[in-house]
């Protein structure tokens, strides 16, 4: 009878346990989209990923996208958004910076071909100017991506002060003719490719075959997109050095049991659906370990950047 009566017991506690757990899980899950996108394009990438969030965690994915990065930075930071597949490491930065307990690192893109856990800045002009280098833009217009993208702007800028002086605001010491800021990676692509700028800055892997738009990257996106032959019609003439990849993260005040079954079954959408997976992080890339050691320089860019804000 004892033992019949502690059997019940632990029975009864098992069960009041998992109904507190199931208490605790948001029946809504906010996946944060970066911006750089068109509305559609965002939505489309991302379906597949609220499809199996959805199955497999019994929660209502809303996809959160953002017309720029700023609006997944906000999300994070006031609790509207749970998790980034692919977070930019500047908005990684300024998360940090503002509350360095309001994320979790869960983990980093990583190439698919060499696991290399990095990508480049990089600037591109038309295949027939006569630009070949970057000194070659002396007097002509530039595009940035975003003020919150680190190879749409963070590592450009920075490089820009210490190879010309100045700044943005002067336009580098008076380098470039005007310097603006076109909303994304894909529209400074479209920018060069349409006379609005004569040189921008866009990211890629610069691995994997150069006439697919590299392993990963904007010049992907935007060839499997609706351009076939972008590549015929750029030239990339500068090249940044490695900038870590972005970092994916989850909001740290989640309940920490369903957080760990969420971090669980992005893992499991990496393995089991790679395509997936591949198509909402911008490329074809999987899931490595991580830490802030890997963002530190990126943070202390960005809080120099801001402070001379």
Not at 185 to 200: M, P, T, Y
Not at 202 to 224: C, I, P
């Amino acid at each position: 009878m004892k033992k019949t009566l502690q059997a019940a017991s632990l029975l009864a506690s098992v069960l009041l346990s998992a109904t507190v757990h199931a208490a605790d899980a948001p029946q809504e899950l906010n996946l944060g989209i970066l911006g750089g996108q068109t509305a559609t394009q965002q939505i489309g990438d991302n379906q597949c990923v609220k499809t199996f969030l959805d199955d497999k965690l019994g929660v209502d994915t809303q996809l959160r996208n953002s017309s720029d990065y700023a609006g997944v930075i906000q999300g994070l930071l006031s609790d509207k958004v749970d998790l980034v597949l692919n977070m930019s490491p500047s908005s990684y930065a300024s998360v940090y910076i503002e509350n360095p307990d309001a994320v979790d690192l869960v983990g980093v893109t990583a190439n698919d071909s060499d696991n290399a856990k990095g990508y480049y800045s990089v600037v591109v002009v038309k295949a027939d100017s006569p630009y070949q280098k970057l000194e070659d833009l002396k007097g002509k217009t530039f595009g940035f991506a975003d003020p919150n993208s680190t190879s749409g702007y963070l590592i450009p800028d920075h490089a820009f002060q210490q190879q010309f002086g100045g700044n943005m605001d002067d336009r580098y010491d008076h380098f470039f003719s005007d310097v603006t800021f076109s909303g994304g990676h894909e529209q400074d692509i479209l920018g060069v490719l349409n006379d609005q700028f004569d040189g921008a800055v866009t990211w890629a892997s610069m691995v994997g075959n150069r006439e697919d738009g590299y392993s990963a990257g904007a010049f992907r996106r935007l060839k499997e997109l609706d351009h076939p032959d972008l590549m015929d019609n750029v030239r990339i003439i500068w090249q940044s050095n490695l900038i870590p990849n972005g970092p994916l993260l989850v909001r740290h005040d989640l309940p920490e049991d369903f957080k760990n079954r969420l971090v669980a079954t992005v893992h499991d959408l990496d393995k089991n659906d790679h395509d997936c997976f591949a198509k909402a992080t911008g490329g074809k890339y999987h899931i490595e370990s991580t830490s802030i050691d890997e963002y530190r320089d990126i943070i202390d860019m960005k809080r120099e950047l801001t402070s001379r804000r």
